[in-house]
């Protein structure tokens, strides 16, 4: 496993953007997936998206269009860029990585609201 820690959370407006960090504690080409999920109030967690490491990138479709996993390996840093921020979109953030188990950040709360 790895030790992971989000960042960047906090409160955006409809429509505005907001990017999360993921900070992680050895180099992301070691990954075999990396990605995010969410959890709202009263919600199960759920899937944001998800990278497969030198393959496919599945976002929800919830978040489509908008939202960016990206990643610096140097810096070992992941991040998602979330565009055009919506009502349905505050949850608590959560970063995840495959590795030869699976890790998980503490949750970074991102909020919507004008």
């Known amino acids: 496993q790895v030790q992971l820690a989000e960042s960047g959370g906090g409160l955006g407006q409809p429509g505005g953007s907001r990017r999360l960090s993921c900070a992680a504690a050895?180099?992301?080409?070691?990954?075999?997936?990396m990605g995010w999920y969410r959890q709202a109030p009263g919600k199960q967690r759920e899937l944001v998206v998800r990278s497969v490491i030198g393959g496919e990138t599945h976002y929800a479709d919830s978040v489509s269009g908008r939202f960016t996993i990206s990643s610096d390996n140097a810096k070992a840093l992941m991040y998602l860029q979330m565009n055009s921020l919506k009502p349905e979109d505050p949850a608590v953030y959560y970063c995840n990585a495959v590795t030869t188990g699976i890790s998980w950040g503490q949750g970074t709360q991102v909020t919507v609201s004008s």
């Open positions: 050895r180099n992301i080409s070691s990954f075999r997936v």
